[in-house]
């Protein structure tokens, strides 16, 4: 299964994990016969000590029992120390591969899988889930396997040494493990609702820090606190469950290697007592014993690691089962001068979910390439939900959306979009300069280019105010920026895009007289070359438009001029009087 593709739901954890260690399973595999050849050290040190022991019997000279001791002994800390290096290194490039591949993939999220998850919890699966994996990476992979043979190594060599006392240790461990047995199931649920935690916690904590503002001005910091902390102590409360379950099962590997160390020394005893084996046969085997502990909870620890890993992997496979957008390449921008498109929408329908109400009822127009379209009508009318089907954001329900004659579903998503310019009611500004906001739609537009936009929208002179110019930081979101000067920057940023289809959606909402009047002279401009439709309840926007579609409970009731539409739809007479009104006490 390769890991950038969205993987089948049943996919056990382990197999993901594989899945993500296999691009660096020659630096694991390095690592663990690194692991491995420490351990053969390790492994020897017995056996010198019984001849070290045998030449004292004897009074053989121990020099060179002492010299094969010591270069084993550097040689196992060497060793360990390198191995320790290559497998933190290589867990690390494991941890770094699942972040790319899983932020890439959240990236290309349908907007309707966004919506109905919190984008705290998201995130907690790229950061703190992801970390997991870089220790069940060496614990579970690694450990696993350089432990257990090194587990298995030392029991043969034990078999070797005396098979009875070997008997004898077999017996305790697998007593202990029939009790760790019970007790790694336990451990998985904690992991996993720990996990879950942490995602509830990170997305209290961003739905506060995302509306911080408003959190202030109606006095809700304590209760919002009260909040936060709950679910950062939720995560707490299964954070210690799943460490108690963990230090349980450690715990009980090193008593069990205690309690084989007692009876090894008791009946070994015995066994030097009556002749069965010499006193460096009892002291070898004593040494492995003491050298089983290391492998046996590594082994242990493997397992009670892997129950977290697995419920970070389940969490990140879950994130990865979200419907998503086809992975392409980004699409070439239009050419200056390119043709503007043509669009028609017919018998649109379509809901948000399965379980809400249609938001468009059969909806259907046609507009020709070039010149300004203005969508009215009263809030809920399903103005914007036009703009995001044309986006594909969403796809509707039944009927078709026509771009220059072809159903949108025809192109790749990168030059559908790559032809759109699309401001948003909202107009959001994202950390960084001004420059990389304006820039963020088009990185590749030059000096020229980005000079007549903010002549265009008017930030020439903002920008020539700001101390760093275009490389001054907006903030969080733009906060650092009014309402209409993010407008204005979210306008030049689609504009720097030429594209042959504009989408303004209540795009000069915040800005001031004088600015609006400059930049529907603006749009009027760019309304020549390209097509341009405007989601609009200011009536100077409107009238300015060569074609109005009015729209009503998800429907389209009526489509002409101004003109046309004040003497033959009451709605739009309404809606046009409620203007001049709103204009009149405006300027009174």
């Known amino acids: 299964m390769a890991v950038d593709e969205t993987p089948e739901a049943d996919v056990p954890p382990w197999r993901m994990l594989l899945a993500y260690a296999r691009p660096h399973r020659w630096a694991l595999l390095a690592g663990a016969l690194l692991s491995l050849a420490t351990g053969a050290t390790g492994l020897a040190l017995p056996l010198v000590a019984r001849s070290l022991i045998d030449d004292l019997s004897e009074d053989r000279s121990i020099a060179g029992a002492l010299v094969l001791m010591s270069v084993l002994v550097v040689a196992n800390a060497g060793v360990g120390a390198l191995g320790s290096y290559v497998l933190r290194r290589t867990a690390e490039s494991v941890v770094l591969t699942a972040r790319r591949r899983l932020s890439?993939?959240?990236?290309?999220?349908?907007?309707?899988?966004?919506?109905?998850?919190?984008?705290?919890?998201?995130?907690?699966?790229?950061?703190?889930?992801?970390?997991?994996?870089?220790?069940?990476?060496?614990?579970?992979?690694?450990?696993?396997?350089?432990?257990?043979?090194?587990?298995?190594?030392?029991?043969?060599?034990?078999?070797?040494?005396?098979?009875?006392?070997?008997?004898?240790?077999?017996?305790?461990?697998?007593?202990?493990?029939?009790?760790?047995?019970?007790?790694?199931?336990?451990?998985?649920?904690?992991?996993?609702?720990?996990?879950?935690?942490?995602?509830?916690?990170?997305?209290?904590?961003?739905?506060?820090?995302?509306?911080?503002?408003?959190?202030k001005a109606s006095g809700a910091e304590h209760r919002e606190e009260r909040a936060v902390h709950a679910a950062a102590q939720e995560s707490w409360r299964q954070s210690v469950r799943a460490a108690k379950w963990s230090a349980l099962a450690g715990n009980t590997a090193g008593l069990s290697m205690q309690v084989a160390f007692i009876t090894v020394l008791a009946v070994g005893g015995a066994r030097v007592a009556t002749g069965a084996i010499d006193v460096g046969t009892l002291v070898a085997f004593l040494l492995y014993v003491f050298y089983l502990m290391s492998p046996i909870q590594q082994v242990v620890g493997a397992v009670t690691q892997y129950q977290s890993g697995a419920a970070a992997l389940t969490r990140i496979r879950e994130a990865q089962l979200l419907p998503a957008e086809p992975a392409a390449e980004p699409a070439p921008l239009p050419e200056p001068g390119a043709e503007p498109a043509g669009l028609a929408f017919e018998d649109v329908r379509f809901r948000y979910a399965d379980d809400l109400p249609f938001v468009h009822h059969g909806v259907s127009f046609r507009v020709p390439p070039r010149g300004m379209t203005a969508f009215v009508g009263p809030s809920g009318a399903g103005k914007t939900t036009v703009f995001s089907l044309i986006e594909r954001f969403y796809e509707p329900t039944a009927g078709r959306i026509l771009l220059d004659g072809a159903d949108v579903t025809r192109y790749p998503i990168p030059a559908l979009r790559a032809a759109i310019g699309y401001v948003e009611q909202d107009a959001p500004v994202l950390s960084g300069s001004l420059g990389d906001n304006l820039l963020l739609g088009n990185a590749a537009a030059g000096e020229d280019d980005v000079r007549a936009v903010l002549k265009t929208t008017r930030l020439d002179g903002l920008v020539a105010r700001l101390p760093q110019g275009l490389d001054t930081l907006v903030g969080h979101r733009g906060t650092r920026l009014s309402g209409g000067e993010r407008q204005r920057v979210a306008i030049a940023r689609a504009l720097l895009r030429r594209p042959r289809l504009l989408l303004l959606d209540e795009a000069t909402s915040q800005l001031d007289a004088v600015n609006e009047a400059a930049l529907r002279d603006t749009v009027a401009e760019v309304a020549r070359s390209t097509t341009v439709l405007v989601v609009a309840h200011r009536l100077s926007t409107v009238t300015s438009a060569d074609r109005i579609v009015v729209m009503d409970a998800g429907q389209v009731r009526a489509v002409g001029t101004h003109a046309e539409l004040v003497a033959g739809d009451p709605l739009y007479a309404e809606l046009a009087t409620t203007q001049f009104l709103a204009a009149t006490a405006g300027t009174a």
């Open 104 to 215: 890439s993939y959240l990236l290309r999220l349908r907007i309707a899988a966004v919506d109905r998850t919190e984008p705290g919890d998201l995130m907690a699966r790229v950061t703190s889930d992801s970390t997991l994996l870089r220790e069940v990476t060496t614990d579970t992979l690694v450990g696993l396997g350089t432990g257990g043979l090194t587990a298995v190594a030392t029991l043969v060599l034990m078999g070797v040494v005396d098979p009875v006392l070997l008997a004898v240790t077999a017996g305790v461990i697998a007593a202990a493990g029939t009790v760790i047995g019970v007790i790694v199931p336990r451990i998985n649920r904690a992991a996993k609702r720990a996990a879950e935690s942490v995602g509830l916690m990170g997305a209290a904590l961003e739905r506060v820090l995302g509306a911080l503002r408003t959190v």
